[in-house]
């Protein structure tokens, strides 16, 4: 069917809408040969908010495997735990 040049033509915007919903993003923490257990520990503890406890065991996971899921949220909040973590020079990763 072809328009008339009188006729009005309508459109109707087809958007997309991302929720973010099920798309989580994480922190890996690499292991080093720098930094001591206390201040990984430490800054563990600064940047995700979590007991001595929790701490020393992420940092124990990262010493003997070599890297470790540390943080799982946002990016946003991903973006901010690994700037704090790298504040001190640890290797990081944000992975979605």
């Not at 929720?19 to 922190?27: A, E, F, M, N, P």
């Not at 007991?51 to 996971?61: I, P």
Request: aromatic letters at 8%; glycine letters at 4%.
């Amino acid at each position: 069917m072809e328009l008339q040049p009188n006729e009005s033509q309508h459109y109707e915007a087809i958007t997309e809408e991302t929720t973010g919903i099920g798309l989580s993003s994480r922190v890996l923490l690499f292991n080093d040969d720098w930094h001591t257990f206390d201040e990984v520990i430490t800054q563990l503890i600064s940047a995700i908010k979590c007991t001595y406890e929790k701490a020393r065991s992420l940092a124990f996971e990262v010493h003997v495997k070599g890297k470790a899921i540390v943080f799982n949220g946002s990016m946003k909040d991903c973006l901010i735990v690994s700037s704090v973590l790298e504040e001190i020079a640890l290797h990081t990763q944000i992975i979605t």
